[in-house]
């Protein structure tokens, strides 16, 4: 594709439940990123995909999100039980390989009401 | 935290001066990047330095990297109102190519 993209833009859910966040990476593109930022702060490391490496979760908040990226493809990051402190706009990135620049999506804007 | 510093926080200035933001940093890297957001959203790339560099131009924007000190610049010169957006420097730790931001520095260029 032209860019990353990512679905849905927004996204209001109720507390308790389940989201699915879905991030399609320019094609090609081996390394895939995703952070979380909340208004007017940084982005937070959440998980990376490299390859057929094992993914760094090492930035996953609980055990409440995961994510996986199939046939090096596309990926979802999913919120089960979804809290107020989980809104947030979660962004995907991807990159052709490691060291190189990255190419981020709009975000996905999360609110859990 | 690994995460990069970046000061100034914030950064107001007028049209026509130039901007300064620094980044500091903790362990060795491979490169440092620069990335530019506005209004909350994606973010885009401006421009990497690897380690055995120390400047680099694109552009109006000037990058400098003191690998002894840990620290990183941005110029961004003759500034125009278009370039008020939040700046994050970006590093990979040698982590495996993982990217950590900093916190940013939200610069606001006044007409």
């Known amino acids: 594709g032209a860019g990353v993209s990512q679905s849905p833009s927004n996204k209001v859910t109720e507390k308790g439940k389940d989201v699915e966040l879905r991030c399609d990476p320019i094609s090609g593109h081996t390394a895939l990123y995703w952070y979380r930022q909340s208004l007017g702060q940084g982005l937070e490391f959440l998980i990376y995909?490299?390859?057929?490496?094992?993914?760094?979760k090492s930035g996953l908040p609980s055990d409440r999100f995961s994510a996986e990226r199939t046939g090096g493809s596309v990926s979802t990051l999913t919120i089960q039980r979804t809290q107020q402190e989980d809104s947030a706009v979660y962004l995907c990135?991807?990159?052709?390989?490691?060291?190189?620049?990255?190419?981020f999506g709009q975000g996905t804007r999360l609110t859990v009401v | 935290s690994q995460q990069g510093e970046e000061d100034p926080q914030a950064l107001s200035i007028q049209e026509g001066e130039n901007a300064t933001m620094n980044c500091s940093y903790k362990?060795?890297?491979?490169?440092l990047q620069w990335y530019r957001q506005n209004s909350g959203r994606g973010l885009v790339h401006l421009i990497l330095?690897?380690?055995?560099?120390r400047e680099k131009h694109s552009g109006r924007l000037r990058v400098t990297l003191d690998t002894s000190k840990k620290s990183s610049s941005l110029l961004i010169t003759a500034s125009r109102a278009a370039d008020t957006a939040s700046y994050f420097c970006a590093t990979d730790y040698n982590q495996g190519g993982k990217l950590i931001f900093g916190q940013g520095t939200e610069l606001s260029v006044k007409p």
């Open positions: 995909f490299q390859g057929n490496s094992a993914p760094d």
């Open positions: 362990t060795s890297i491979n490169n």
């Open positions: 330095i690897r380690s055995n560099e």
């Open positions: 990135a991807s990159s052709l390989g490691i060291l190189t620049e990255a190419f």
